[in-house]
């Protein structure tokens, strides 16, 4: 189910937040390029590896929250919940894959 033209979506609220913290991973991706440009050691490589996934983590988990109760409340309180269920299970398959 997608949303129709103009219509706000479910993270609005949060947009701010969700965009610093996208710009704080881009700041620890691009140090992790640098680090390997330097020959850094591994370890602390693979440390700022894991806290660049922690964070996207979060960032696709308040996503998901906020589509949860939002795209997803509004669907079955419209009478769509077949069609948002079988979509939910996709997108939360393909999450924790």
Do not use: W
């Not at 991706?29 to 680090?35: A, E, L, P, Q």
């Not at 509004?74 to 939910?88: C, G, H, P, Y």
């Amino acid at each position: 189910m997608s949303r129709r033209p103009g219509e706000e979506s479910s993270y609005a609220p949060q947009r701010e937040d969700l965009l610093l913290r996208l710009r704080k991973i881009e700041g620890q991706v691009k140090g992790i390029h640098r680090m390997i440009e330097e020959d850094k050691y591994c370890v602390d490589i693979l440390i700022q590896i894991a806290a660049v996934r922690a964070a996207l983590k979060k960032v696709g988990s308040m996503i998901f929250e906020a589509h949860v109760r939002g795209c997803v409340r509004t669907a079955i309180v419209n009478q769509a919940d077949k069609e948002i269920i079988s979509e939910l299970i996709d997108v939360l398959n393909r999450f924790i894959s």
